[in-house]
């Protein structure tokens, strides 16, 4: 299991960099274009923005995290642990963007963090899986 902490940490941080990035572009992009342009303008300057690409990578990277958690870990496991993604998103845009994050943003994040805990230590009482030869045999006596 703390493997697949790791490697969700190691997602996270992938997704919230890629997420400033995504911002930061974007924001390049709109500052430049008329008030409420149209989508096919946005996308069409965002498809070829250097911010907007490295946030595309660094999300690819968060992905290609996710389908290995995916396929080591139950869905009803890793999906509401990459909630934790709110948090690091959060203090990207904190210390990064310099955004400024509200107390009750902070209580709704707090609250994300619990939920997490939960989900953790489930699964850490839950009984422990069957192995991969336990699953091969009983298919074969089957």
Not at 106 to 116: K, M, Q, R
Request: charged letters at 10%; a positive charge; glycine letters at 6%.
């Amino acid at each position: 299991m703390i493997r697949l902490i790791i490697i969700l940490l190691i997602a996270l941080i992938l997704e919230a960099l890629g997420v400033v990035f995504l911002s930061k572009g974007l924001k390049e992009i709109a500052a430049v274009l008329p008030p409420s342009p149209s989508p096919i303008a946005l996308i069409t300057r965002a498809a070829v923005h250097p911010m907007v690409l490295i946030g595309v990578a660094f999300e690819a990277g968060f992905f290609a995290g996710l389908l290995y958690l995916l396929s080591q870990q139950d869905v009803s496991v890793v999906w509401p642990l990459t909630a934790l993604g709110f948090v690091v998103t959060t203090l990207a845009a904190k210390f990064i963007l310099r955004e400024e994050i509200s107390i009750t943003r902070w209580i709704g994040i707090t609250l994300i963090v619990i939920g997490a805990a939960l989900v953790c230590y489930t699964e850490s009482i839950k009984s422990p899986a069957p192995s991969q030869n336990t699953r091969a045999s009983t298919a074969n006596h089957q």
